[in-house]
């Protein structure tokens, strides 16, 4: 049984002053306080042009993203696929919506998707849908709203670059992830990506969505996606996470005076995303799953489902993955046991990445004050390591 416990493996590819720099890091997260301070000073640094990268390049952004481009990259890449960590490589540009900006982030994304096909340590490409058109043209189309002809335009103009995209995938040989993000957009993504799945899945899944288990409603939708997908011929690529939004979308929904999609509590968040892989596995005739997790027990439900059903580690159906930067003692005594596992390997210029970076100081600020597990595992290695230089 893998043993999330060892260090030693969890953080093979840092070294101690990676270490130290780590732990200082995720001490300063630690802190609710520190974290909104940071974030505000760096939004009015920001507003006012003040340059922030001297800051924010050596520290958190050095933490959890790549590089600025794909170049930067590779040694990240290379360094941890010695490991057996594979890296899928995510250009983080968020909410973009000029057809200039739009133009830059597609150029970009082929040009990702390229790469991931030419390197055995970049398994998937991946993109997020909301980069490649207005958010209001996503909510208006995912409400069923009617649309007008220039609006209508546009959307069409949404699924074409988004095929263009998964043709690209198609071509190159690798997969492809699409990532979801708040709920009032999905609809309509969901519309898309089912129409990609059903072109370039026929013989494998290529072309993956995600699930955000979070919501009420997902595991239905899963199991009609299934559904659909047995009768369309085609194969469902499923990329489940449990969902980076939680707080925006509850907020949303008090505010508009509608139900909360998100469940009332982590243990039915928990429940619909355990449900989901358990229902995934077992039509995985059909089901390809790439499981998002830094939840151990969510992990290990998968790898005892494939023990207990002699599927080889590699098999190809099954890919784990965590982000970079974190929860590295998941990521990397899978690695160490064989199993499929990659992380989300972000990338992009500094000023463009940090809501990403927010997102993440704000996953890993305590609420309770509590030590976080990076912070106690990272901690532990540090004596491990000091343990055996005093031998
Ligand atoms: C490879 C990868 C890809 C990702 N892609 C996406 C993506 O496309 N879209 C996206 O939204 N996120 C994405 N994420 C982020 C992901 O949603 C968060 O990292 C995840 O929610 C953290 O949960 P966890 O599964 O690691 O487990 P845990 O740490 O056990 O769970 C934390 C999560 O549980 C849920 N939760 C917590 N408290 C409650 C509560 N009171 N009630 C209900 N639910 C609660 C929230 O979703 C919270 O984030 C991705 C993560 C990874 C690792």
Redesign the pocket.
């Known amino acids: 049984m893998i043993d999330f416990k060892n260090t030693k493996i969890a953080f093979i590819s840092k070294s101690d002053r990676d270490m130290l720099k780590a732990k200082l890091l995720y001490k300063i997260m630690a802190s609710p306080f520190i974290t909104k301070v940071a974030k505000n000073l760096t939004q009015l640094a920001l507003s006012i042009k003040f340059p922030v990268n001297w800051i924010i390049k050596p520290t958190i952004y050095n933490h959890f993203v790549g590089g600025e481009t794909i170049d930067e990259c590779i040694p990240a890449v290379k360094l941890i696929g010695k490991y057996g960590v594979k890296s899928i490589l995510d250009y983080s540009v968020e909410g973009k919506e000029s057809p200039e900006e739009i133009e830059k982030v597609m150029k970009e994304t082929l040009k990702s998707i390229e790469n991931a096909g030419k390197f055995e340590n970049i398994p998937f490409a991946v993109f997020k849908p909301t980069a490649f058109t207005s958010s209001h043209i996503l909510t208006k189309a995912s409400t069923g709203e009617e649309l007008t002809d220039e609006e209508k335009k546009e959307a069409l103009n949404f699924k074409t670059r988004v095929r263009k995209l998964c043709q690209k995938a198609y071509d190159a040989g690798v997969p492809i992830l699409i990532?979801?993000?708040d709920s009032w957009y999905q609809n309509f993504i969901d519309e898309t990506v089912e129409e990609m799945m059903k072109i370039f899945n026929k013989e494998k899944a290529v072309v993956f969505n995600?699930w955000?288990m979070?919501r009420k409603d997902r595991l239905e939708h899963l199991k009609e996606s299934y559904k659909k997908a047995v009768d369309g011929k085609y194969f469902l690529g499923a990329?489940f996470?449990?969902?980076?939004?939680?707080e925006k979308e509850r907020e949303r929904a008090e505010k508009m005076g509608y139900e909360s999609p998100?469940?009332?509590?982590?243990e039915?968040?928990?429940k619909s995303?355990n449900d989901a892989l358990k229902f995934s596995f077992e039509h995985r005739e059909i089901i390809s799953i790439f499981n998002?997790?830094?939840?151990e027990e969510?992990t290990l439900l998968l790898v005892e489902l494939m023990n207990k059903n002699n599927i080889d580690k590699k098999d190809n159906r099954f890919w784990f993955?965590?982000?970079y930067g974190m929860s590295d003692h998941i990521s990397f005594n899978l690695g160490a046991a064989g199993y499929n596992v990659a992380k989300?390997l972000p990338y992009g210029p500094v000023k463009h990445v940090l809501p990403y970076l927010f997102r993440r100081a704000e996953?890993n600020t305590s609420v309770k004050g509590q030590t976080s597990r990076e912070l106690m595992l990272i901690s532990q290695e540090i004596k491990r390591r000091k343990q055996v230089k005093n031998k």
């Open positions: 990532d979801a993000e995600t955000q979070y990329k996470v449990r969902g980076a939004y939680m998100i469940h009332e509590t982590k039915d968040t928990d995303y998002g997790t830094h939840n969510s993955s965590q982000l989300y996953e």
